[in-house]
């Protein structure tokens, strides 16, 4: 089942950028989600974890105090608020669904990625 995500793109050090991933095709309200991302020659690293109700969220170290993850589960969408962009969050950015609060990535849903790309 696919997930789209969007809104990377170039920025500036310092800069931010709102990613978002539409879901269909399962209850998006039932799961948690997970943005993770993929830098060149790196292996994929999670970036944060949302509940299936909003209402707790865990963060990779990288991303504390500079990344929002939040939901919208009327409209079926996860977003994450990325401030404060570094060079090294340079990736392609990911969301994921998770069978439980930080379990098991589900591989039954996947997504093309959004590219991220911080640059001066």
């Known amino acids: 089942v696919p997930l789209v995500e969007s809104g990377g793109g170039l920025v500036q050090p310092g800069g931010s950028l709102r990613l978002s991933c539409a879901a269909s095709?399962?209850?998006?309200?039932?799961?948690?989600m997970m943005w993770s991302r993929q830098a060149p020659g790196k292996e994929r690293e999670e970036v944060a974890t949302?509940?299936?109700?909003?209402?707790?969220?865990y963060y990779a170290n990288s991303a504390k105090g500079r990344f929002t993850i939040s939901r919208d589960n009327a409209k079926n969408t996860l977003y994450l608020q990325m401030n404060n962009l570094k060079l090294e969050d340079t990736a392609v950015y990911y969301c994921?669904?998770?069978?439980?609060?930080?379990?098991?990535?589900?591989?039954?849903?996947w997504g093309q990625g959004t590219q991220v790309t911080v640059s001066s």
């Open positions: 994921n669904v998770r069978r439980s609060y930080l379990g098991a990535v589900d591989p039954n849903y």
């Open positions: 095709g399962f209850t998006f309200s039932n799961y948690a």
């Open positions: 949302i509940a299936n109700t909003g209402r707790s969220a």
